[in-house]
């Protein structure tokens, strides 16, 4: 078997989306050796085809201690985005216009008069919108729009475009990036990894390791012998080129508009546990037009240009999973479902204090590995 150079690196991060980009990114700015191993491109999976919305407010995310943590990530934003910018010399698509929510019919206008309710009492400064005045704000949605929320705390970011600098700031900090390396084996003494084996036979080895492998992280930890409930939600996407650029994130229900440079127009997103395809179906284009033009009837003029489908990592309790369980160095960072590219910042603070001062400020025993047991 091929013993590998990398073998002397302090910390071995499986999988190379945001999540796992961003931990080896701090790690290796806290002047660790860090080698990241992706079966496939780096970026290449749900982190690139997310729709990039920093958004905790606009919905009711349960437990209390989950939304704070939310929160707490899209404060990070701001430093997090200008730090990679700075390090990369690249754009990372940070923006910080506010999120438009918007009712239809009924269920959802008393869906947003609770949302309202809520974060209002938390403290937090939403704006509740009459039609004329949502009109008055140059989306150019349609007509039947009942009423709703502008939340100007909520973001967003074009996650392609942050995931390319994440990944030069990587290169630029030092970071191995080893692409087409799909970890399949590790080998064990007692309760510690030794070296992890990819499918050529590679072997690498670290004194910690990082599970950081999206929807496909259960499946890799039961080469441990160890139960951790991962499973594939399916989002399909498309993106159209508009007239003119929509000035905020539009949502309504499981539908969103979310604009993008030169004039592009991102529609999300459908949810569907159907296994590890990730299949763009009429059915799911469908949903997805019906959906946008009932919020914004000039989509149906747009100009189609592309559309495509991501995996969700979801857990069976929609929280993430952080932190160290049965294995002494393996720490967990996976599970991130639909916050993935919002919990970037926070997460890879929590792991790079785990890993390099031995504990985190943060409260993350409700997102233990062991929890499912
Ligand atoms: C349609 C859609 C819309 C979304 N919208 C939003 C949004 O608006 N806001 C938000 O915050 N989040 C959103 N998300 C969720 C977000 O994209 C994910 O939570 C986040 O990208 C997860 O990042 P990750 O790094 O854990 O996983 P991924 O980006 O999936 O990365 C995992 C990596 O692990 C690699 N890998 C897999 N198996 C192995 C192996 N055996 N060995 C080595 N490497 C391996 C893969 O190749 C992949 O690159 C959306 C997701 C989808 C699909």
């Known amino acids: 078997m091929a013993e590998h150079s990398s073998r002397a690196a302090d910390v071995l991060v499986i999988g190379g989306g945001i999540i796992g980009c961003s931990i080896a990114w701090r790690l290796a700015q806290a002047g660790m050796k860090v080698t990241v191993l992706d079966r496939a491109e780096p970026g290449g999976e749900a982190s ?5 919305m920093l958004a905790p407010l606009g919905e009711m995310l349960e437990p209390r201690t989950f939304s704070e943590l939310c929160v707490a990530s899209r404060n990070l934003y701001p430093r997090f985005a200008a730090e990679i910018e700075e390090s990369s010399g690249h754009h990372a698509g ?5 999120s438009l929510m918007v009712a239809l019919d009924e269920k959802i206008e008393r869906e947003l008069g609770e949302i309202q309710r809520v974060q209002t009492a938390q403290g937090y400064s939403l704006d509740p919108l009459t039609p004329g005045e949502i009109q008055g704000r ?4 349609s007509p039947h729009v009942r009423g709703g929320l502008f939340i100007p705390e909520d973001h967003w970011v074009d996650n392609e475009r942050l995931m390319r600098a994440l990944l030069i700031a990587c290169q630029r900090a030092g970071v191995r990036l080893e692409a087409g390396c799909a970890v399949h ?6 309760d510690r990894i030794d070296s992890v084996v990819e499918e050529n036979d590679t072997r690498y080895t670290a004194k910690t390791y990082v599970l950081a492998a999206g929807c496909w992280s259960g499946k890799i930890a039961e080469g441990l012998g160890i139960k951790v409930p991962v499973a594939p939600c399916c989002g399909q996407m498309m993106e159209f080129e508009v007239e003119r650029e929509l000035p905020f994130v539009v949502r309504s229900g499981m539908h969103y508009l979310v604009p993008r440079p030169g004039r592009r127009l991102l529609v999300g997103a459908t949810s569907e546990h159907t296994g590890f395809e990730k299949t763009v179906t009429a059915n ?7 959906g946008a033009v009932r919020i914004a009837p000039m989509v149906g003029k747009a100009l189609f240009l592309r559309a495509w489908a991501g995996l969700r990592p979801d857990t069976v309790d929609h929280l993430p999973i952080l932190g160290y369980g049965e294995i002494e160095n393996l720490t967990f960072a996976t599970g991130h479902f639909r916050n993935g590219i919002l919990l970037a910042p926070v997460t890879a603070e929590i792991i790079a204090d785990l890993i390099v001062k031995g504990f985190t400020s943060r409260p993350i025993e409700v997102y233990r590995p062991t929890r499912f047991k």
Do not use: I, P, Q, V
């Open 48 to 52: 690139s085809a997310a729709g990039g």
């Open 94 to 98: 940070y923006r910080s216009d506010g």
């Open 138 to 141: 140059g989306a150019d949605l």
């Open 185 to 190: 084996k590790f080998n064990l003494t007692g």
């Open 284 to 290: 799911g284009l469908l949903s997805l037009m019906e």
